[in-house]
């Protein structure tokens, strides 16, 4: 009987193994395949990064964002197309106060609450965002704090 739990352990395990390529390669597929509503239009900026949608975390390049004349496209598992009226304001969060790494999309549409793509000029991209937006956030002044 131990011989059969050993040779299922190892079938099991050497499917577990085989499956994760798949799925990674899979990832990386469906960021990449355009939606329909990209069709025929040319992107002003593409990116391929890691970030947080929703509550999943992507690393590395499982993320495309494709910047449009009138909309955004976020593609991983899910596919998120966000038109700019639809976009409050773009935050550059900062990792404990210090480094930034990315940028916050804060919105009101049909997309999950949580978007921070990683990016590696994020100011460029907040830029380039919120260049688009039909009304100006105001903007961000970084607070200066008095030491005593």
Same mark, same amino acid.
């Given at each position: 009987?131990?011989?059969?739990?050993?040779?299922?352990?190892?079938?099991?395990?050497?499917?577990?193994?085989?499956?994760?390529?798949?799925?990674?390669?899979?990832?990386?597929?469906?960021?990449?395949?355009?939606?329909?509503?990209?069709?025929?239009?040319?992107?002003?900026?593409?990116?391929?990064?890691?970030?947080?949608?929703?509550?999943?975390?992507?690393?590395?390049?499982?993320?495309?964002?494709?910047?449009?004349?009138?909309?955004?496209?976020?593609?991983?598992?899910?596919?998120?197309?966000? /038109?700019?009226?639809?976009?409050?304001?773009?935050?550059?969060?900062?990792?404990?106060?210090?480094?930034?790494?990315?940028? /916050?999309?804060?919105?009101?549409?049909?997309?999950?609450? /949580?978007?921070?793509?990683?990016?590696?000029?994020?100011?460029?991209?907040?830029?380039?965002?919120?260049?688009?937006?039909?009304?100006?956030?105001?903007?961000?002044?970084?607070?200066?704090?008095?030491?005593?």
């Amino acid at each position: 009987m131990s011989d059969v739990n050993e040779f299922l352990f190892a079938g099991l395990f050497g499917l577990f193994i085989a499956s994760v390529p798949v799925i990674l390669l899979s990832t990386l597929i469906i960021a990449q395949l355009r939606l329909s509503a990209e069709q025929g239009k040319t992107p002003i900026f593409t990116q391929t990064s890691g970030g947080r949608v929703g509550w999943l975390n992507y690393r590395g390049p499982f993320i495309r964002l494709s910047l449009y004349e009138e909309f955004l496209v976020i593609r991983c598992w899910q596919s998120i197309v966000l /038109r700019y009226d639809e976009i409050d304001r773009v935050e550059l969060p900062k990792w404990f106060g210090l480094i930034g790494d990315g940028v /916050r999309i804060v919105h009101h549409g049909q997309a999950p609450i /949580r978007i921070h793509l990683g990016s590696g000029d994020a100011t460029r991209l907040k830029n380039l965002i919120e260049a688009r937006l039909p009304h100006k956030p105001p903007p961000y002044i970084e607070p200066h704090y008095r030491l005593r």
